[in-house]
């Protein structure tokens, strides 16, 4: 194979290459997962609601050793 062809056949391997990954990527999107990350995210927020504002608590105290 000639030297001047080497360079081509490696951009478009790699383009080919840049092209199955982000098929890849979009495929592993799916509306189930997106419902999980919002279910999650709304328990997260859900939980630092009903936590209490630690503003007003002491600092936790270092163990004593014996």
Do not use: I, Y
Request: charged share 20%.
């Amino acid at each position: 194979m000639h030297s001047d062809m080497h360079l081509p056949l490696h951009h478009l391997r790699s383009a080919e290459l840049q092209q199955r990954a982000s098929e890849f990527r979009l495929s592993r999107q799916s509306p189930r997962q997106s419902l999980r990350k919002r279910l999650g995210w709304a328990l997260v927020e859900l939980g630092l609601h009903v936590l209490p504002n630690r503003h007003g608590l002491p600092a936790p105290s270092t163990p004593r050793t014996a």
